[in-house]
């Protein structure tokens, strides 16, 4: 069974960073991508970060440049790196797994089979 657990929200200022972390059990993350969501109070949830099995790397245009997707196989384990926060940043984030071998698949929400619990993160302005 495929478990997925995110921990690193809390509360930051805006221009603070924070990392997230999602670790996997019962599949191995080299073998498959990964994505990022987000979900902000009152809006649907959406597309931040993906990274492929092969570890090329995507974003979404209101995080590029601030956020960093990355992988450490030995850990079992997927982390966001969120720099120079913004208050629109906050949201619970999700981390989810998918099968998907093409990239335009990684976007949707619907290409996700397994979803982490969500951690939140704040961020005051």
């Known amino acids: 069974q495929v478990q997925l657990v995110e921990s690193g929200g809390g509360l930051v200022q805006a221009g603070g960073s924070l990392r997230l972390s999602c670790t996997a059990s019962g599949r191995t993350l080299s073998s498959v991508a990964m994505g990022w969501f987000r979900q902000a109070p009152g809006k649907e949830r959406e597309f931040v970060s993906a990274?492929?099995?092969?570890?090329?790397?995507y974003y979404a245009d209101s995080v590029k440049g601030r956020f960093t997707i990355s992988r450490d196989n030995a850990k079992n384990t997927v982390y966001l790196q969120m720099n120079s926060l913004k208050p629109e940043d906050t949201a619970v984030y999700y981390c989810a797994l998918t099968d998907a071998r093409l990239a335009s698949y990684y976007t949707r929400l619907g290409s996700y089979a397994y979803w982490g619990q969500g951690t939140q993160v704040t961020v005051s302005s």
């Open positions: 990274i492929s099995r092969y570890e090329n790397t």
